[in-house]
Every structure is written in structure tokens, then in C-alpha cells.
């Protein structure tokens, strides 16, 4: 089994800062990294990485309240990444990266007072994070693979981290020198300090698989995985290590099912906890600004730092202001049970925790190694002191969970619809000629244009033009459930698939029942995703077509639709004495989930379901 | 956030919208034809279009079906969603990035723009819904920059008003019966059969109600305006968008067609303008696009109704037709909807336009279908000299889908104490609204009455004009508060109410009304209340007094001090209205010397000056010689002593010292 090196944590990485290196030193390896990941590796996981000076400059800062003891969080001097279609502020003003149609709009403001996010003002303003970059994702968030970016697809980092991981050797038992050796060797040519000959021969063959002549090529040995999306640059930027912290948004598991595919922990908070204020909208009740890390244990640091600690959330409560729909958020007391510590020994931390297994899940297309590992899973979580209580049918039907899907994609499409209705070329958008983009390359175009005002016809080029297949495929769609002879055929069926799905997850949990049912859970569990990441060509894509790229997001949809904070764990999931393999990945991404608000126990148990 | 200079940056960019769909759609006039074939007129009272012949009318045909549609800004200080402000600026000044449509910014719901909306739906005595929630409306036009407008469709904010009115004609009560030579011009109904109309109004002006289906809170649309450049004849038309306006609360008040004609169309509407002034939540101003109103016109077939000839048949007809507003009449033709009228007038031109223009279509055997039509200002044809030509935007055909979707950035609007901003989150929305509704007129009517003391003559003056209320009663606590002798009894503060009310309704309104007057070209005569404000477009209102309650209030305070009388008082109202805008009644007293001389020494110092001086000792030597013309003696003495001390001298106490000196004098 090959496996690919150590993560650096964010723990391990706030120690060395406050011991043995600065942050310049750290932030520099990891833009050195992001560089390798980008230029040799060619994995497009970024969409623009800050110059060497602006990193150095952010991470002078953290050195200096770092070393006088006023470091702002953990987070301090961290280096991290966001997501395109989250505006930054200084760096990025407009998020125009998230769509070709936005990239005529660059808008570049130096002063204080810029359009920026709340997430990224927290991050990196009031948490002290380093920027490296902005990360790649499908159009719009609208995609599972990464291939939707409007050019290169992303790549999964997997298996040329398992061949560097190879390459360097089994891990030492000093971890601390090994990355103080990489970070103070640092170069953007060879980061992870490979020795020339196996770094030539890796570069090799990363061109060989990644130049365009596909013709000599065996598909069947490609190294070039999915990373899975929308959250593509996000996961993939954290399983090659040039990030400690990717922040990221989950839709319907933009977030969960590339931590999965990349063997990184996934984190989608509760639908609202974060302010989406300067995060581009795609379907606005299900977006959720969440983040991909390397474990469960950066999860738990991550969030705590976002969310603020208890003494600080009232400050919080002033910034959730400017998303209304995060007024509706309530952190969950975690049940009394849990918080009577530490009865859970360093032996038994899940003392006293139910975990659902729900039957519904239980899907007959979900390849065995999956199940397996699910299985796995559960047992080892029970071996660490919880309860498993398993969810029958009655309590929460397959028929919804496999309904989700569609409801997913109704609603999905119909707010996006609604959502992207602003590029239209007035003030959003590229202004085409109309004449010289659109009518003179196609005949047929023209007699559509023909009954159009030119008023029409501009906005029509632009978004013809300006966006790519999946986004017009998926406006398409949303305008058609949105029109009034079908919007209560599909879009209040799709509602009321959402609320009964929804209603009868709540109803699983130990807050939501009486206190006499002694059958509610904590948390439940369930795998990620079914499928494993896809081969996918440079030129040609997945192969998938949408509607089959749809059907992976089906583990993940349900906790969407319900808002429910959701985190995708990555397990060893070889099955002994076999030899199926799941590709890229040796690992496969269990997910937990719990009711609104219980992020702290979600995270707890994922913590402990990693070592599985 | 708010940035004045960043976001206007972005607006250099100027829209060519080039030909839409409205230059392109031919203008619907009515063809010489059909005019020559049937004469028809419409009656703006009744509704009824009639055929006419030689302007002598014939059979009914028509009745006009009218619903309204209000668009009324709120009068708050920022926007709906978000904190750009909503004063008037210079274009793209006042925007927000929300405003904008910026990707990923999100809207934050206004509480100003709540509590205005509640008010609002609370005077047209609609049901507040302790829920509401926002839904998008979805269309393309540059002057919307989300592509979507954030309105409630669904689950409005109030529902199920009535609101009771006067139709436009009667809605003065100055309004002098069978008088008929002040005709508006262009009002050709009521010429024509004036004894029908007078016949069946003869009842007296009675109450219309109309049912208000929904009032829901919505943003405005930026303002699209087109330029056009002409160089080398080649004229190229540009469109320029000011987004000031974009994403301001409107409120949007749909009533049912319990309308029949035009004047009530344009009753109702001043009304609801009235009562929206009343609570404050708009200013009303319809020339300034704060109040815009579009009309749903149809027309329903009446031959079979009633008998033209019979004059009592008609009459009951009629009353039926009031009596009856919440039942369509049978076969009612298609709605037409006519936008963006932005006076009274407008209203009852367009109205009268669209029940002839549908009236020839229907004779013509091709009844208009539904459809939505803008109005044309300008008169185009001689036929309508108020203008009111309507043309079409969009038919049945192209009917646009608005894709109407919950709006998924906002959770529902629960009003509940929390909400509210009570401390005391257990505090209903009836309880809020209680403590937050103005007094209603009627009942200031009674408070003025047991207050103050009022007449009911000066009670209904103040009323009908809401600020003047509050001017009253904010001058009142002045005047109280300023008057200085401290041993004054009762009595003479209790004069203050009426002296204050006096002042108000006499010669404020006087000064108010003459100066609105000064803005009108052609001045209408001045005793038509009704034609003069049609030409002002507003109320004549101590709202637009230069002298508010405070200075009115110190007025009356030197009134009862005695310090000056009321012929100076008025004097001094003048100089405040028109000439000095700033100053005290105080200062302005001094700058022109009115002081009243009450001492009874310094009178009597002026009173002997002017009674010994040589130029009148041929009068003194008459009064000494006593008889019956002593009494003309001393009045010629009186207004010489008036005169010599500039109308300053207290008219009692001069009369008793100049009684004291004649004594004096006399018995020398």
C-alpha cells in the first residue's frame, strides 16, 4: 500500500511557529508548494496564487504578534486558501474567478474600504490566516468533478502524492524535523525535497500523462483521478499540503465528496453558521461556507477559531448581521451526557454517544468496498465507547433519500437560475457584439435573434457566450421549474421532498425526541460518496455525462437539504484479502452528521473515527 | 460600506438599449373612421360612455370597470435591503453594493421600512400578518441589476382594507351645487346632459368604498432615461441609468375593481395618498414619482341594463352599481392595465382614454384582450386635449412569466415582539401598532373639541389638513410655555388653543394658498379649491407653510403677553411667511418696531404731546368747549396719538390715558 507523506496540522504547524520558525519561512514553503502543485505536478488547483511579497508581507505580520505572545488564534501565521467565488478584499475584490462571464468585470480597489467576505474578513483579519491563493472549482459551484472550470480540469494530487510519499520513504518518528527540513530547504522546484533523478523521472511523468497527445497513452493506467467538486482546488490544495486550511462552500457536497476523493477532512457546517455575505450565490438555501483541511483535529481548530470562542460570539452575533439567513442559526447544547467529561477516557472518548446507522443509506448500487468501510467504521466507533442504534426504513425512508437527488437538483437549478439572472452583460458579463459573436458562427442562431429586441439580443450573447455548458444547462433547467405551468409540479414537489426528508432526519435525533424515546441519536453515519474518483481526460472531460455526475452527490444531498452540519472523515478502506482497489484512493470518506448546531460533537466524533 | 465615490465609479459605462420593443410596436390610436361612425363621450362621474350625437346623448353603452394598482415610496431614511440612503443626490451617488447586484452581496431587511409598511396597511385598515415572507420576481431590464426584483407575492404584509372616499368631484365640500359654468377644460360629459348627472348625484357626495386586496413591500427599479446625439444626421439614442433609486421600499397596494369611473379612480387615489401623509409613511408628492399608480381598466356592456330614457330606471341603475362594487358586472371585457400615472389627472385622462379606445374596439366587433399599456403625457390628438393616449407595451401574447420564487436570502418576516424592538418580546403586533398609528382625523376632531375648546367650524378646517393638526398642537405647547407673565389668569391661557387655530385657519391658509397660487402660470380661479389643486398636483397644505408650529406657537405667546396686537400679529405671520424665513416673531417685532406702549405713563406722556401741539389746539379748544360732539374730538385724537406712535400704542390703555389727559388738560 502505497501512501502518500504526512500533512502537516495546524496544530503541529502553530507549535513550530511559536518554536522553530517563522511564519514567513512556513508560508514561503507553502506558496514553494503551491508553485510545484501548479507548474510540475500541473494539478490547477489554483485559479491565482499572491506573489511571493504579499505572502511574506501578511506573514511578517503574524511573526510580529506571534513573537510578542499577541497572536490573534491558532490560526495565526497559518497558511490558507479560499475559494473563487469568495471575494477577498485586498486581493481579489470581485470574485470573477468562479465563472468566465465574470472575467471582463476585474475590478481593482487599493483602498481599506473593499467589497469583501465576511468569511475571509474573519480568516485572515480577525484570525490572522495567511493567504496563498484562490482556489479552482467547477463554474459556479455547479459540478462534482472539477472539470467544469472553463479550461484544464483539476487534478486529483493522490497519486503523485502516494508516489512522492513512496519516494521519501516510511516516515521518520521525528515528524517535527521532517518538516522543519522541508520548510527551511524550501524551493519552488522541489518542495518535498525529492532527490534529482526521481524528481526528473516524476516530472516526466506528469508531462507525459498530462501533454495532449493522448493517442500512445493507456487509459486504463492514468494517473489523472478527479478530484471530485465543486470544492476542487480546495481539496486538492490541502491533500498536497500547500494549505492548512481551505476554505471553501458546500452546495450539496461541493465540500464532503472531494475531501473524500482527495483522503481530507471535509467540513460543512450548518446551514448559516458562517456569514455568505461576498460569497457568490449559487442556490442560496443550500450554499454553506464550510472548508476542507488534512484531519479531523485541524476541523475542530478551524472552527473553533471561525466561529470565535464563547467569550467572543457576541461580537460574532454584529457580523452574522449582514447574512440574514444566518440570524436563523442556534449552536446546539451538546446533550448533557457528552458534556459530563471526562467520563470518556483517552480509551472510550465516544462514552455515552448514539451513533445512527440508517438503513435508508444502505443503497444497493454502493460498491462493497464501501460498504465495508462503513461498516468498519461504525464498529470502530463502537469499539471506541458509543452506541450504535440502527435507523430503520420506518424512521427514515429510502424512497426520500433517493428522491433528494431530484429535489437537490430542482431547487438547486431554480435558485441558480434566479442567482445568475445578473450576468447579463449590463452590469455582470462580458458585452458581446451580439452580431460578430453569435449570429454570423451559426445560422440557426440567427432566426432566434430575429424576434428579439437588441436589448434582448445582448443579454442572450452574453450568457450564451459567457457561460459555460453545465451553468446554462443547469439555468436552463431552474427557469423551466420556475415558470409558472411547472413551478408547482416541480419546485413545491421538490419543497415538499426537502421538508419530509428533512422532518424525518430531525426526527432521529436525541435533542429533537422526547426524553422517554430512548431511541434518538447523536450523530449518524454515513459513507460520502458511492462511487470513486473518476480517470478524466484533458481534453475529453469525465466521460460522465451531468446526469450521472448527479447521481454521486446522493449521500451527501440529504444533509444539505436539511442544513445539518456534515463532516466527511477519510478510512483505510482496503478490504483484506482482496484486491479491489478504489484507484486513486486508497481511502474511502465516511461522513457524520448531526442536528443543527452540533458541530462540536460532529467534529468530536470524526476526530476520533480517523483513527479507524 | 456605503462608498459614494468607488460605486459610482462603475457607472461611466452608458447603455445603449438602442430600439426595444416599444418604438417598434405601432401606436394603437384611434382611427378617423371609427370616430365618424360613432360619436361616443364619457362620463368621468358615472363611468358610463355614451353614444352621442351633435354632443346630445343617445343610449348608454359601456360602464367602466376600475381597479388601482399604488406604488408608494416609503418616506425612510435608508433603503429596503440596504444602508445606502435614499435622499435625493447626484445619479449613482447613493448606492450600495447590494443595490448593485454585486455577486454575493445579501439584502438586510430595513426595520424603518417595516414599521412604514405596517402604518401604511394599518390606515387603509388592512389585516397585518403576524408572518410575511419575500418572494422574487424575475425580468431582464438594465435599470434592475439583479435581474430580479425582491417583492411579496404570495404572503404580502396586509391584506383584506377598505378604504371609504369621496369621488374626485365631490371630494370638496366647498363645492357649490349646480354650479356649472367652472368646467374643467376638455370635460365634455358634463355638458352634455348635465341634468342626468345632476339628477343622480343629487343624493349628495356619499362615501365609495373600496376593498384593498394586498399591500406588499417591494424595491424600486434605478431610473432608465434616454438621450439622444445627432451628429452628421445621424441621430444615436443612448440610455443612461441612475441607480439611486434602485433597491428603495416601495409598498404596493392592489385594490379590487370596486371602481366605476374616473373620478373615483381619482377619489380613491387621493385618499390613499391622503391617509399614506397622514401616517407619515409617504410623502404623496405624485409629481416627484414618490406615489405612482396604475390603473386596470375594463369595460362592461350595460344595453340591457337599463333604459337610457327612463330617468328613474337610470337612477336606480346607478345606485345598484354603488351598492354592488364587489360583483363584477356581467360580461366585463378583458383588463388593460395602464402604467405609471403620476397625477390625478393622469388618472381621469387615462381612464376616459381606455373606456372610449375600448368602447370603438368593442363596437368594432374586436374587443381589446389583456394587455398592459403605458401613457403618453402629451396630448397627441385634438380629440384629448388632458392627453391620456395610452399605447401598448405588451399584449396577452408576450405576456411576460415573472417566475415568481421564494427569496431564499431572507428568512420570513415574523412580526413579533422581538421583532417589533420591544424589550418586552411578549408584546403583539396589535399592541404595536396602537402604540405606533397616529391619531386618525376624527379623532383629533374630538380631542380639538375637548382640548381646546374649538369651534367645529375651525376644528373641520384643521382637520382636513393633517399637519395642521400637528402644528397646532406643537404651536399650542409653545405658546404656553413662552408667554412670560407669570399671573396670568386661566382664562387668559385658556385663550391660547383658539388664538393659535385662529391665526392658523385664517390667515396662514390664506398666505399658503396665495403663495401656491404665485406658482401657477395660468391661475385658476381662485374660489375652486378642486380645479386649483388638480393644477398643483398637492394638497394646499401647512405642510409647505414656511412658518411651522415653534414660530407660530412664540406668535400667539406674544399675543397673550399683550406685547403685541393682533393687527401686528398678522403683519409679522406675513414677514415670516414670505420675507425673513429664519427669524423669531420677536426679532421681527423689534426689526419693525411693533411694540405695544401699554404703560399708562408713557401713554399719557405721547397722548399730552399730541394733544397740546399748536397744529391741534383748534380741536382741544373744541373739546374744551365741551357738547355733543366731544366723542368726535376724541377719536380724532385717538387715531392722531395711534399715528404718532407707529400703531404701537395699546388701543384700551391709550383710550384711558387720554381720557386721564383730557381730564387734566380740560380743566386748565
Known amino acids: 500500500m502505497n501512501l502518500p507523506p504526512p500533512r502537516l496540522t495546524i496544530a503541529r504547524a502553530s507549535r513550530l511557529l511559536r518554536s522553530s520558525i517563522t511564519s514567513q519561512q512556513l508560508c514561503a514553503h507553502s506558496l514553494n508548494l503551491a508553485i510545484f502543485g501548479e507548474d510540475s505536478l500541473r494539478l490547477n488547483a489554483y485559479t491565482k496564487l499572491l506573489s511571493a511579497k504579499d505572502v511574506a508581507e501578511q506573514a511578517s505580520v503574524s511573526d510580529q504578534r506571534i513573537k510578542s505572545g499577541q497572536a490573534k488564534s491558532l490560526l495565526d501565521g497559518i497558511p490558507v486558501t479560499i475559494k473563487a467565488n469568495i471575494a477577498v478584499g485586498r486581493w481579489w475584490e470581485l470574485p470573477t474567478a468562479c465563472s468566465a462571464i465574470l472575467q471582463g468585470n476585474t475590478e481593482v480597489n487599493t483602498t481599506d474600504d473593499v467589497y469583501e467576505s465576511d468569511v475571509s474578513r474573519i480568516l485572515l483579519k480577525e484570525c490572522g490566516a495567511v493567504l496563498i491563493g484562490i482556489t479552482n472549482m467547477d463554474e459556479f459551484g455547479m459540478g462534482s468533478l472539477g472539470t467544469y472550470n472553463g479550461s484544464v480540469p483539476t487534478y486529483n494530487p493522490l497519486p503523485w502524492m502516494q508516489r512522492i510519499g513512496t519516494l521519501i520513504g516510511p516516515n521518520t518518528n521525528d515528524l517535527d524535523r521532517h518538516f522543519l527540513d522541508q520548510i527551511i530547504d524550501s524551493t519552488s522546484c522541489n518542495p518535498h525535497r525529492l532527490k534529482i533523478d526521481e524528481l526528473q523521472q516524476l516530472l516526466d511523468e506528469v508531462k507525459y500523462w498530462t501533454s495532449s497527445d493522448m493517442e500512445v497513452k493507456d487509459k486504463s493506467k492514468s494517473p489523472l483521478y478527479s478530484p471530485g467538486g465543486s470544492s476542487s482546488g480546495a481539496a486538492v490544495a490541502t491533500a498536497h499540503g500547500s494549505s492548512l486550511l481551505s476554505i471553501g462552500t458546500d452546495t450539496g457536497g461541493s465540500l464532503r465528496l472531494p475531501a473524500a476523493w482527495t483522503s481530507t477532512v471535509g467540513f460543512k457546517p450548518t446551514y448559516g453558521s458562517i456569514s455568505r455575505y461576498g460569497v457568490v450565490s449559487y442556490a442560496s438555501s443550500l450554499d454553506t461556507v464550510g472548508f476542507v483541511t488534512g484531519s479531523s483535529e485541524c476541523a475542530e481548530i478551524a472552527w473553533a477559531c471561525l466561529r470565535g470562542t464563547k467569550e467572543s460570539k457576541q461580537d460574532w452575533n454584529s457580523y452574522i448581521s449582514r447574512d440574514s439567513t444566518a440570524r436563523l442559526y442556534h449552536s446546539y447544547d451538546t446533550s448533557p451526557e457528552t458534556d459530563a467529561e471526562p467520563t470518556g477516557t483517552n480509551e472510550n472518548p465516544l462514552d455515552g454517544i448514539r451513533i445512527g446507522i440508517p438503513a435508508a443509506f444502505s443503497l444497493h448500487e454502493s460498491p462493497r468496498l464501501i460498504s465495508s468501510a462503513w461498516s468498519r467504521g461504525a464498529s470502530f466507533l463502537q469499539s471506541k465507547g458509543a452506541t450504535l442504534v440502527s435507523i430503520p426504513e420506518s424512521k427514515v425512508s429510502s424512497q426520500w433519500v433517493k428522491l433528494s437527488c431530484a429535489a437537490y437538483y430542482v431547487l438547486a437549478c431554480a435558485e441558480a437560475s434566479s442567482n445568475l439572472s445578473r450576468y447579463d452583460g449590463v452590469r455582470y458579463g462580458k458585452n458581446h457584439d451580439v452580431k460578430q459573436d453569435t449570429i454570423s458562427s451559426n445560422g440557426d442562431t440567427e432566426s432566434v435573434f430575429a424576434d428579439m429586441t437588441t436589448l434582448e439580443q445582448h443579454i442572450s450573447a452574453t450568457r450564451a457566450t459567457g457561460f459555460g455548458d453545465e451553468v446554462q444547462r443547469r439555468v436552463l433547467a431552474g427557469t423551466s421549474v420556475l415558470s409558472s405551468d411547472r413551478f408547482h409540479t416541480h419546485y413545491e414537489a421538490a419543497a415538499t421532498v426537502r421538508a419530509k426528508l428533512s422532518q424525518s432526519l430531525e426526527k432521529t435525533f436525541r435533542c429533537s425526541v422526547a426524553e422517554e424515546d430512548s431511541d434518538g441519536v447523536d450523530v449518524i453515519l454515513v459513507p460520502t460518496a458511492l462511487s470513486f474518483p473518476v480517470v478524466i481526460d484533458s481534453l475529453k472531460g469525465s466521460g460522465l455525462d451531468s446526469t450521472t455526475a448527479f447521481a454521486n452527490d446522493v449521500m451527501t444531498i440529504p444533509m444539505s437539504l436539511g442544513g445539518f452540519p456534515s463532516v466527511s472523515v477519510p478510512i483505510h478502506g482496503s478490504i483484506p484479502n482482496t484486491e479491489q482497489h478504489s484507484g486513486a484512493n486508497d481511502q474511502v470518506g465516511l461522513q457524520l452528521f448531526g442536528p443543527r448546531g452540533s458541530e462540536e460533537l460532529v467534529l468530536k466524533a470524526a476526530r476520533t473515527l480517523e483513527f479507524a | ?668
Open chain 2, 1 to 668: 460600506m456605503f462608498r459614494p465615490h468607488t460605486a459610482s465609479s462603475y457607472f461611466h459605462r452608458s447603455l445603449l438599449l438602442l430600439a426595444n420593443r416599444r418604438s417598434s410596436s405601432a401606436l394603437s390610436s384611434l382611427s378617423g373612421a371609427s370616430i365618424s361612425r360613432v360619436e361616443l363621450t364619457y362620463d368621468r362621474d358615472t363611468g358610463i360612455v355614451w353614444q352621442t350625437s351633435s354632443s346630445k346623448r343617445i343610449r348608454p353603452l359601456y360602464q367602466t370597470v376600475i381597479g388601482i394598482e399604488i406604488h408608494a415610496q416609503l418616506a425612510i431614511p435608508t433603503k429596503l435591503f440596504s444602508s445606502a440612503p435614499t435622499a435625493a443626490a447626484p445619479p449613482n451617488t447613493h448606492v450600495h453594493p447590494f443595490d448593485l447586484g454585486y455577486p454575493g452581496t445579501l439584502p438586510s431587511l430595513s426595520y424603518s421600512a417595516v414599521k412604514a409598511s405596517i402604518l401604511s396597511a394599518s390606515a387603509l385598515n388592512c389585516t397585518v400578518h403576524k408572518v410575511s415572507r419575500f418572494e422574487r420576481k424575475h425580468y431582464f431590464y438594465p435599470d434592475l441589476p439583479p435581474g430580479y426584483q425582491v417583492t411579496q407575492q404570495r404572503w404580502p404584509l396586509g391584506s383584506d382594507g377598505l378604504v371609504e372616499f369621496e369621488a374626485w368631484r365631490a371630494a370638496q365640500p366647498a363645492h357649490k351645487k349646480g354650479d356649472e359654468k367652472k368646467r374643467r377644460r376638455g370635460d365634455i360629459s358634463k355638458d352634455v346632459n348635465a341634468n342626468f348627472n345632476d339628477a343622480n348625484l343629487s343624493d349628495g357626495p356619499s362615501l365609495v368604498q373600496l376593498r384593498i386586496e394586498r399591500l406588499q413591500m417591494e424595491q424600486d427599479t434605478g431610473k432608465t432615461t434616454t438621450h439622444s446625439t445627432t451628429v452628421d444626421n445621424t441621430t444615436t439614442y443612448t440610455s443612461h441609468i441612475d441607480y439611486n433609486r434602485a433597491g428603495c421600499a416601495l409598498i404596493e397596494i392592489v385594490s379590487h375593481p370596486d371602481l366605476r369611473s374616473a373620478h373615483e379612480a381619482a377619489g380613491a387615489v387621493e385618499k390613499i395618498r391622503r391617509l399614506l401623509r397622514h401616517v407619515g409613511t409617504c410623502d404623496g408628492r405624485m409629481e416627484m414619482g414618490s406615489l405612482r399608480c396604475d390603473l386596470n381598466v375594463s369595460i362592461a356592456p350595460l344595453e340591457d341594463e337599463f333604459d337610457a330614457s327612463s330617468d328613474s330606471d337610470a337612477s336606480q341603475y346607478l345606485r345598484n352599481m354603488r351598492s354592488n362594487r364587489s360583483v363584477l358586472p356581467a360580461d366585463v371585457g378583458q383588463r388593460v392595465e395602464v402604467k405609471n400615472l403620476s397625477s390625478l389627472r393622469q388618472i381621469i385622462a387615462a381612464t376616459e382614454y381606455e373606456a372610449l379606445r375600448q368602447t370603438e374596439s368593442s363596437l368594432d366587433g374586436v374587443p381589446t384582450g389583456r394587455e398592459t399599456r403605458t401613457f403618453l403625457v402629451r396630448p397627441v390628438n385634438s380629440q384629448y386635449p388632458l392627453g391620456g393616449e395610452t399605447f401598448c407595451i405588451r399584449s396577452k401574447g408576450d405576456a411576460v412569466d415573472y417566475r415568481f420564487m421564494p427569496e431564499p436570502d431572507l428568512p420570513p418576516l415574523v412580526l413579533d415582539g422581538e421583532t417589533l424592538g420591544y424589550d418586552d418580546t411578549a408584546t403583539t403586533l396589535d399592541e404595536y401598532i396602537s402604540d405606533m398609528m397616529p391619531e386618525s382625523s376624527d379623532e383629533a376632531a374630538v380631542r380639538l373639541s375637548k382640548d381646546y375648546g374649538l369651534s367645529d367650524e375651525v376644528i373641520s378646517v384643521i382637520i382636513s389638513d393633517p399637519p395642521a393638526i400637528a402644528m397646532l398642537d406643537e404651536s399650542v405647547d409653545i405658546a404656553r410655555k413662552e408667554v412670560h407673565k407669570l399671573n396670568h389668569d386661566d382664562k387668559e391661557l385658556g385663550s391660547i388653543p383658539t388664538l393659535a387655530a385662529n391665526l392658523l385657519c385664517n390667515d396662514l391658509f390664506a398666505l399658503v394658498k396665495r403663495s401656491a397660487l404665485e406658482g401657477i402660470e395660468s391661475t385658476p380661479s381662485e374660489d375652486n379649491d378642486d380645479e386649483l389643486q388638480s393644477s398643483l398636483n398637492h394638497p394646499i397644505s401647512v405642510e409647505f407653510s414656511t412658518v411651522h408650529g415653534k414660530r407660530l406657537g412664540s406668535l400667539v405667546a406674544m399675543l397673550v403677553d399683550g406685547s403685541i396686537t393682533s393687527a401686528m400679529a398678522k403683519k409679522i405671520l406675513a414677514i415670516m411667511f414670505k420675507d425673513d424665513l429664519v427669524s423669531t416673531p420677536q426679532q421681527i417685532a423689534q426689526a419693525n418696531n411693533f411694540k405695544v406702549i401699554a404703560d399708562l405713563n408713557e401713554l399719557m406722556v405721547l397722548c399730552e404731546s399730541v394733544v397740546l401741539e399748536p397744529k391741534n389746539a383748534k380741536q382741544l379748544a373744541q373739546y374744551k368747549e365741551g357738547g355733543k360732539n366731544v366723542w368726535k374730538i376724541e377719536k380724532f385724537f385717538v387715531g392722531k396719538i395711534m399715528s404718532q406712535s407707529g400703531g404701537n400704542a395699546h388701543p384700551e390703555k391709550m383710550k384711558e390715558a387720554l381720557a386721564l389727559v383730557l381730564e387734566k388738560v380740560g380743566s386748565l
